[in-house]
T-cell receptor, first 111, second 111 residues
Framework: QKEVEQDPGPLSVPEGAIVSLNCTYS??????FMWYRQYSRKGPELLMY????GNKEDGRFTAQVDKSSKYISLFIRDSQPSDSATYLC???????????FGAGTTVTVRA | ETGVTQSPTHLIKTRGQQVTLRCSSQ?????VSWYQQALGQGPQFIFQ???????GRGNFPPRFSGLQFPNYSSELNVNALELDDSALYLC??????????FGNGTRLTVT
């Protein structure tokens, strides 16, 4: 069993829809949780950064962390074609150290 | 713009050869990490350097080695290349108390 599980998709939604992404994990030592967006031929770009459990909102993006269930989510509201990318969840026991990534979910937003 | 620059962007090597990948970070980015991303997978932590000393290592053999220099540049060296080493190699760095930012990577193909 992988330390971080993420549904690879692919996920296809119409423009304006809400995109829902999630990851589960097994290591209870994880304290820091991140979501990265990766376009083709590019490196991962940090979208959201959360410490411990709770919700965080930034514009159209909302990240949720439920440590009791070992489950994290990312919601993208009013999705745009420019949101089409691979979304990676990542987590670590210490700040910015030894990140463990999910396999990524490929999202396509249809115009 | 993440301030992390990697070179070269693409590289083709033959099995058994050695390769050096380079990364340049912004001033003040005392920590640099290297990750390997196989096709269709999330990045995997190789090692981290802090102030020119190795500060942690993932599950990679000793033929993966690194260097960090005082001018905020770093290198990843891989000896005795194997076909499975074909991947995108990502460098990430961050100033103190800020999250990791990734470069666009070097795509290594081993034939």
């Amino acid at each position: 069993q992988k330390e971080v599980e993420q549904d690879p998709g692919p996920l296809s939604v119409p423009e304006g829809a809400i995109v829902s992404l999630n990851c589960t994990y097994s290591n209870s030592a994880f304290q820091y949780f991140m979501w990265y967006r990766q376009y083709s031929r590019k490196g991962p770009e940090l979208l959201m950064y959360t410490y411990s459990s709770g919700n965080k909102e930034d514009g159209r993006f909302t990240a949720q962390v439920d440590k009791s269930s070992k489950y994290i989510s990312l919601f993208i509201r009013d999705s745009q074609p420019s949101d089409s990318a691979t979304y990676l969840c990542a987590m670590s026991p210490e700040r910015d150290y030894k990140l463990s990534f999910g396999a990524g979910t490929t999202v396509t937003v249809r115009a | 713009e993440t301030g992390v620059t990697q070179s070269p962007t693409h590289l083709i090597k033959t099995r058994g050869q050695q390769v050096t990948l380079r990364c340049s970070s912004q001033s003040g980015h005392n920590t640099v990490s290297w990750y390997q991303q196989a096709l269709g997978q999330g990045p995997q932590f190789i090692f981290q350097y802090y102030r020119e000393e190795e500060n942690g290592r993932g599950n990679f053999p000793p033929r993966f080695s690194g260097l960090q220099f005082p001018n905020y540049s770093s290198e990843l060296n891989v000896n005795a290349l194997e076909l499975d080493d074909s991947a995108l190699y990502l460098c990430a760095s961050n100033p103190p108390n800020s999250p990791l930012h990734f470069g666009n990577g070097t795509r290594l193909t081993v034939t």
